[in-house]
T-cell receptor
Framework: KQEVTQIPAALSVPEGENLVLNCSFTDSAIYNLQWFRQDPGKGLTSLLLIQSSQREQTSGRLNASLDKSSGRSTLYIAASQPGDSATYLCAVNAGKSTFGDGTTLTVKP | GAVVSQHPSRVICKSGTSVKIECRSLDFQATTMFWYRQFPKQSLMLMATSNEGSKATYEQGVEKDKFLINHASLTLSTLTVTSAHPEDSSFYIC??????????FGQGTRLTVV
């Protein structure tokens, strides 16, 4: 059974800092991995999708990497802003998607 | 990008009544949609996989007679919470994969049973 772990559970940083969120998974037989953000009381917004054959994806200030063999993915956020405050979830797709518990990020002005 | 619309966003109902939640893929066809439940400060729990034109596949521990799923067309799946009770109060979210295999989520429905 796939297990997905996200570390840290919560993170608070001052505005402007670069930061890394971590996602690890136990079964490397995956199709893809996807990062989402969720604002309180809202649905999930897709940030980046990395296919199993890819190593990384970039969108603006976000960069996600995937190391399938070691079961790890990171989400790098550059020059963080207060608007980045949200919960970030990773989802590992092996037919069904398994979600981590998320990292709640607070960026202080 | 692919858009999934979920309605209603909030609903309050009396105990014992039924509530229907709709999930639509607006600009793509979805033969499969997913229904999740999310408790406060917790991650998403997959309840069932909705299959167009056939029966939904429920996860272990999810009562299929309690949570009725219908996927009558390639763009619409519905979840009906039957005989709702206060313990059914939760945040329900649907999703569907687009042609690029990306999961796209609806806005979620906050159900409160009083």
């Amino acid at each position: 059974k796939q297990e997905v772990t996200q570390i840290p559970a919560a993170l608070s940083v001052p505005e402007g800092e670069n930061l890394v969120l971590n996602c690890s998974f136990t079964d490397s037989a995956i199709y893809n991995l996807q990062w989402f953000r969720q604002d309180p009381g809202k649905g999930l917004t897709s940030l980046l999708l990395i296919q199993s054959s890819q190593r990384e994806q970039t969108s603006g200030r976000l960069n996600a990497s995937l190391d399938k063999s070691s079961g790890r993915s990171t989400l790098y956020i550059a020059a963080s802003q207060p608007g980045d405050s949200a919960t970030y979830l990773c989802a590992v797709n092996a037919g069904k998607s398994t979600f981590g518990d998320g990292t709640t990020l607070t960026v202080k002005p | 990008g692919a858009v999934v619309s979920q309605h209603p966003s909030r609903v309050i109902c009396k105990s014992g009544t039924s509530v229907k939640i709709e999930c639509r893929s607006l600009d793509f066809q979805a033969t499969t949609m997913f229904w999740y439940r999310q408790f406060p400060k917790q991650s998403l729990m997959l309840m069932a996989t909705s299959n167009e034109g056939s029966k939904a596949t429920y996860e272990q521990g999810v009562e299929k007679d309690k949570f009725l799923i219908n996927h009558a067309s390639l763009t619409l799946s519905t979840l009906t919470v039957t005989s709702a009770h206060p313990e059914d109060s939760s945040f329900y979210i649907c999703s569907a994969r687009d042609l690029g295999d990306s999961l796209n989520f609806g806005q979620g429905t906050r159900l409160t049973v009083v």
